[in-house]
């Protein structure tokens, strides 16, 4: 079955550093990825998407990478800031109009 | 209006009652979800509407009954439900298009709790 593995740790940076978090996916091939925040007791926001054929996508602090030989995502917030502190969900796409989300990383940054 | 928005925010019911759940876009989207959501879990989809037609029913049991009356609107309705299903209940929007996925525009969610 399909199966999606987000770090299951919390992750401690320190303001002003590059937060780097990692989405792998086991036993399907999705067309599109999608990385959503979320804060407590509130809904998901979408923040990126990314396509199979692309490598890369930006915008503005945030970047994503999409490599589908790995099978692996890697979300990127650089300069860091206290306000960035969420959690932070994978959701690669599992058909038409339907997504999978990971359990998501739990992103603490520091000042 | 780019939100989407969600009635109401918390709900307590007993396992007897018959309650409703209620999301709105105005943002033209023909796409609209309802998800469960567990402490400390991921969003787990449930229901997908398209065109105001019920496309996915992710083998959701028969005492949660989605419905879609028009383009903007989308309820849930309740009956005989568990405490296992206390959850919060998020409702979302998509954009219509030929391709497969685009992003999803989530409400704040209902909180409900069954007694």
């Known amino acids: 079955s399909q199966k999606i593995e987000q770090n299951s740790e919390a992750l401690n940076i320190q303001e002003g550093k590059t937060a780097t978090l990692t989405c792998n996916y086991t036993n399907y091939s999705p067309a599109y990825l999608q990385w959503y925040r979320q804060d407590p007791g509130r809904g998901p926001v979408f923040l990126l998407l990314i396509r199979e054929n692309e490598k890369e996508k930006r915008k503005e602090r945030l970047k994503v990478t999409f490599d589908t030989t790995l099978k692996q995502s890697l979300f990127h917030i650089t300069a860091s800031q206290p306000a960035d502190s969420a959690t932070y969900l994978c959701?690669?796409?599992?058909?038409?109009?339907?997504?999978?989300f990971g359990a998501g990383t739990r992103l603490a940054v520091h000042p | 209006d780019t939100e989407v928005t969600q009635t109401p925010k918390h709900l307590v019911m007993g396992m007897t009652n018959k309650k409703s759940l209620k999301c709105e876009q105005h943002m033209g989207h023909r796409a609209m979800y309802w998800y469960k959501q567990k402490a400390k879990k991921p969003p787990e989809l449930m229901f997908v509407?398209?065109?105001?037609?019920?496309?996915i029913n992710e083998s959701v049991p028969s005492r949660f009954s989605p419905e879609c009356p028009n383009s903007s609107l989308l309820n849930l309705h309740l009956h005989a439900l568990q405490p296992e299903d206390s959850a919060l209940y998020l409702c979302?929007?998509?954009?219509?298009?030929?391709?497969?996925?685009?992003?999803?525009?989530f409400g704040p969610g209902t909180r409900l709790t069954v007694t």
């Open positions: 509407y398209s065109y105001e037609k019920l496309s």
């Open positions: 959701a690669p796409s599992g058909g038409y109009n339907k997504l999978i």
């Open positions: 979302a929007s998509s954009p219509p298009g030929r391709a497969r996925n685009y992003e999803q525009y």
